[in-house]
């Protein structure tokens, strides 16, 4: 089964956590040809983005792309939060309003939802923000995907190899335990989507944020 092939988590006194993810993000900023974070606003994405930013300083390779889903019902401080990292002179921000799929847990009728959607602009939650990084379409998106079916478009192939920077730890979930416990050695890279795009996971084995 699935679950006999999980591995247990091993604790080892060597390395800390936090030297541990900044070695992770050299070798990726050394072997791939571009890093971005995948960036929501809260503390696990935080905390890889500064990381990201603190590695990408000492590499010379600033700014550092990073990409937001707005996902228009979004608490307004964490917007707020959002335009002061776009405004940092380090970051390259891609602040995405594309129509993707959620699921709609208030509605038996309609079992999804879709944010910004064009048709039907009288419900939307707060208008669309109109700064010059707003991306409303990505090449490849169709009505209908979701954004793990579409995160890889975000910087396409011409990007060459893409580390693609993810706040995920293990702790959160079993489903996040189990999609980083399959390999003894450099689980914290998963297999690439498209044949480019790595998720990678810097905090996996962080407890707490």
């Given amino acids: 089964s699935q679950m006999s092939r999980i591995l247990k988590k091993q604790f080892v006194e060597e390395v800390n956590v936090y030297d541990a993810a900044i070695e992770r993000f050299r070798y990726w900023f050394d072997s791939f040809d571009k890093v971005v974070v995948s960036f929501s606003g809260g503390k696990d994405s935080t905390v890889c983005l500064n990381l990201a930013l603190q590695v990408a300083k000492e590499k010379n390779k600033l700014p550092l792309d990073v990409y937001f889903w707005d996902e228009e019902a979004i608490h307004p401080e964490t917007i707020d939060y959002v335009e002061r990292v776009m405004r940092l002179p380090e970051v ?37 923000p109109t700064y010059d990084c707003v991306v409303t379409h990505i090449e490849g998106f169709k009505m209908g995907d979701s954004v793990p079916e579409i995160a890889h478009m975000v910087y396409g192939p011409e990007c060459g190899s893409v580390a693609d920077v993810r706040g995920i730890r293990a702790d959160e979930s079993l489903r996040r335990y189990q999609s980083v416990a399959q390999r003894s050695k450099n689980n914290w890279i998963s297999a690439p989507r498209a044949g480019y795009n790595y998720p990678v996971s810097p905090i996996y084995d962080w407890t707490t944020c």
């Fill in 92 to 128: 390259r921000l891609k602040w995405l309003c594309v129509q993707i799929k959620h699921r709609n847990a208030c509605s038996r009728q309609e079992p999804y939802w879709y944010c910004w959607d064009e048709t039907k602009k009288d419900k939307w939650v707060r208008p669309m």
